[in-house]
C-alpha cells in the first residue's frame, strides 16, 4: 500500500496562483496513475488531473484544461498541481489519490478506481 499527503492549499485570490504537493510513500515503485480530485461543499467528489507515473501522459477536466497543470518527480515520489488563473469555482478540498491497477479506458477519471488517498488540502478561492 501507500501512503499520500497534501500540502500546499490556502487562500488565494481570483486570478492567482497555487502549487500543491502530493508526498507518496510506503509502496510508490508500482503505482499506475496517480491523480487529484476535488470536492466542494454538497458537491460530488470530480476528476481534476491525473498523470501516468511510468510516464508523461496526463489528462484533465475540462473545467480546469489550460490553467492547471499535472506533474510528477518521481525521485521524489512527489505528485504536483499548479493551478494558475484560479477561479472562486475552484474552491474545493483537494485530494491526492493513486491506484497501482488500471482497469482500462478513461476509468482513472472516476473516483471509483483509487483504493488510496490523502486526507485533502483547502482550497479557496476569494472575488
Known amino acids: 500500500q501507500v501512503q499520500l499527503v497534501e500540502s500546499g492549499g490556502g487562500l488565494v485570490q481570483a486570478g492567482g496562483s497555487l502549487r500543491l504537493s502530493c508526498a507518496a510513500s510506503g509502496r510508490t515503485f508500482s503505482m499506475y496513475h496517480m491523480g487529484w480530485f476535488r470536492q466542494a461543499p454538497g458537491k460530488e467528489r470530480e476528476f481534476v488531473a491525473a498523470i501516468r507515473w511510468s510516464g508523461s501522459s496526463t489528462y484533465y477536466a475540462d473545467s480546469v484544461k489550460g490553467r492547471f497543470a499535472i506533474s510528477g518527480d518521481n525521485a521524489k515520489n512527489t505528485m504536483y498541481l499548479q493551478m494558475n488563473n484560479l477561479k472562486p469555482e475552484d474552491t474545493a478540498v483537494y485530494y491526492c489519490?493513486?491506484?497501482?491497477?488500471?482497469?482500462?479506458?478513461?476509468?482513472?477519471?472516476?473516483?471509483?478506481?483509487?483504493?488510496?488517498w490523502g486526507p485533502g488540502t483547502q482550497v479557496t478561492v476569494s472575488s
Open positions: 489519490a493513486a491506484t497501482y491497477f488500471y482497469t482500462g479506458g478513461y476509468q482513472f477519471m472516476q473516483s471509483s478506481e483509487y483504493p488510496y
